[in-house]
């Protein structure tokens, strides 16, 4: 499978609990983005980084997120100290650079935080 | 501050229906206007546009943007079952030389029945 690819799948944590997901984006694809989607909502910017560097960031990335791709390559979200409104699904994208080339979505990351 | 709003929210027709679902924006730096069709997973690519009155056609499904109206939409014809799914309309805005971010609208809802 050559697709971008996201693990866990699910995710089920107590609030106040830290939880780290993985995205491994599509391999020639130097740009990789994350997204946060609610029900009933389309899909939210997160962040976005350009090879290992992390070039944006939204307001709604509070100080408890922090997103690394040490390699430039797969990249880490982490949430620290879990609360019930961070209860979603966390989605990854990649694409190519340049501006003739979309983004590919992973299957995503839904957390539950009880 | 940008949006990008979808219409109607949700559909329910017979197979072999037309449909025609509606995307508004206004964004600060267009790049180009994408739909993505999002079943229960991730959202999949359908059509990237970029210049107005331009059609992008792929089998039943066509699109069209309008730069001047800032709008765009998406056509289904004959539609069948397995179009059921939700239909998310995002706008790519550049924000840092070649980078770019989608903004998505909240989705349209298709349920085709038979």
């Known amino acids: 499978d050559t697709g971008v690819s996201q693990n866990p799948r699910h995710k089920i944590t107590k609030r106040g609990q830290n939880v780290t997901f993985r995205c491994d984006p599509i391999?020639?694809?130097?740009?990789l983005y994350w997204y946060r989607q609610t029900l009933g909502q389309g899909p939210e910017f997160l962040t976005y980084?350009?090879?290992?560097?992390?070039?944006?960031k939204s307001r709604l990335l509070s100080d408890r997120f922090s997103a690394e791709r040490p390699k430039g390559s797969f990249s880490t979200l982490e949430i620290q100290r879990t609360e019930q409104g961070d209860s979603a699904m966390y989605l990854c994208?990649?694409?190519?650079?340049?501006?003739?080339?979309?983004?590919?979505f992973g299957p995503g990351t839904r957390l539950t935080v009880l | 501050e940008d949006k990008v709003v979808q219409s109607p929210l949700s559909l329910v027709v017979h197979e072999g229906d037309t449909v025609t679902l509606n995307c508004s924006y206004e964004?600060?730096?267009?790049?180009?206007l994408l739909w993505y069709k999002q079943e229960k997973k991730a959202p999949t690519f359908l059509f990237m546009l970029?210049?107005?009155?331009i059609e992008k056609k792929s089998g039943r499904l066509s699109s069209i943007l309008d730069k001047k109206e800032l709008f765009s939409i998406l056509n289904i014809t004959a539609t069948q079952t397995g179009d059921s799914a939700i239909y998310l309309c995002?706008?790519?805005?550049?924000?840092?030389?070649?980078?770019?971010?989608?903004?998505f609208g909240t989705g349209t809802r298709l349920q085709v029945t038979l």
């Open positions: 994208a990649s694409s190519l650079p340049g501006q003739l080339y979309t983004q590919y």
């Open positions: 391999s020639e694809h130097n740009r």
């Open positions: 980084f350009q090879n290992e560097a992390q070039l944006e």
């Open positions: 964004v600060t730096n267009f790049r180009s």
């Open positions: 970029t210049s107005s009155g």
């Open positions: 995002a706008v790519e805005e550049s924000f840092t030389g070649t980078a770019s971010k989608l903004t």
